[in-house]
């Protein structure tokens, strides 16, 4: 088995088992749900990895831990040591989440290593404000499973009280703490925290399928246009495919017309349209840009409705797993 075809998540399943148990358990405990979950997966599919393959892993991981700097080893905590030791708990808590809002305390971590049906039969009896505090607190793909189990006729509610969630009180962090306790036990901090805002509900709705992005987004946008409005535009949108992986956008770029894609990259920097040609046989990618020059200028509102038609060719992709998008769900890559 060659390098080329054991994915990245193979590849650090591989090390997994070369650690040892203990080592093994540090590094799990370290990580996130999702990425537990896709790791641990990943560990029962690399037992047929042949010697040759194991040994171009190792390697692979031994040059790119040369290059590695140690000036980021420990950094999130002898910052927040630093930060607590010059301001004080509360303000440097406060400073923190200003810088660093991913990592501020979640109240009800605890639900991120839950099922998500069993979080929405969990919450389906609550106030919907209860609802959509829950879910604001879980990760954004988790968060969107949740959302698609509980009734149609609630998404849109619960997506703009997510969008209207900013800071947090710790009182109503208690009344939920409260509500929730019976099921398991609470370790979150007596303090402000962040959940919820436009952006959140943005990757929340980035996570979801596209036919229930577009009934949400619909609902919004006879509620308040302008959040709706707010939320869109932090959504998936055609710059982002820069974060995607080649080998999806090699796939991606067959399935889209050369003239939808001409004028798309029109209005493109230079860096996106670099990734997206070099996706491209050497052929196609020089009639693109023969094509590029060849139009002369083009309305902004032309580009951008080109660019919104690719976009949803990529999202109905990734809906079927024929692609993955970065941010949109998928495989987490580790």
Not at 23 to 42: C, F, K, Y
Not at 186 to 215: C, H, P, W, Y
Not at 233 to 245: A, E, G
């Amino acid at each position: 088995m060659a390098t080329t075809s054991v994915t990245k998540t193979q590849k650090a399943a591989v090390l997994m088992m070369l650690f040892g148990e203990k080592a093994a358990a540090d590094i799990l405990r370290n990580l996130a749900p999702r990425e537990v979950q896709h790791l641990g997966s990943a560990m029962y599919q690399v037992n047929d990895i042949d010697n040759d393959t194991l040994d171009e892993i190792i390697e692979e991981f031994l040059i790119a831990l040369r290059k590695e700097s140690g000036i980021g080893l420990g950094a999130p905590g002898y910052i927040q040591n630093i930060m607590t030791e010059a301001l004080g708990d509360d303000k440097a808590q406060s400073v923190l989440s200003r810088i660093n809002p991913m990592d501020t305390n979640k109240p009800i971590e605890i639900l991120d290593w839950m099922d998500a049906r069993a979080i929405a039969e969990l919450i389906a009896d609550e106030h919907p404000q209860i609802m959509a505090l829950v879910i604001a607190c879980l990760d954004y793909g988790l968060a969107a499973e949740v959302l698609g189990l509980l009734p149609d006729e609630l998404q849109g509610d619960l997506v703009h009280r997510i969008a209207a969630l900013n800071t947090v009180q710790p009182e109503p962090l208690k009344d939920l703490e409260q509500v929730m306790q019976r099921k398991f036990k609470q370790s979150s901090t007596m303090r402000a925290s962040q959940i919820g805002g436009v952006k959140a509900a943005a990757r929340i709705l980035n996570f979801t399928r596209s036919d229930m992005e577009q009934r949400i987004l619909g609902n919004l946008r006879k509620e308040d246009k302008t959040l709706m409005q707010s939320i869109e535009d932090n959504m998936f949108v055609f710059d982002n495919l820069i974060k995607s992986d080649d080998r999806s956008m090699q796939t991606l770029m067959r399935s889209v017309e050369a003239e939808l894609l001409v004028l798309a990259l029109k209005g493109a920097d230079e860096e996106l349209q670099a990734k997206l040609l070099s996706c491209m046989s050497t052929r196609a990618a020089a009639n693109i840009r023969d094509e590029m020059e060849a139009m002369g200028p083009v309305r902004l509102t032309e580009v951008q409705e080109a660019q919104k038609q690719i976009v949803a060719v990529a999202r109905r992709m990734a809906d079927e797993g024929t692609i993955v998008l970065a941010g949109r769900g998928g495989e987490q890559m580790v």
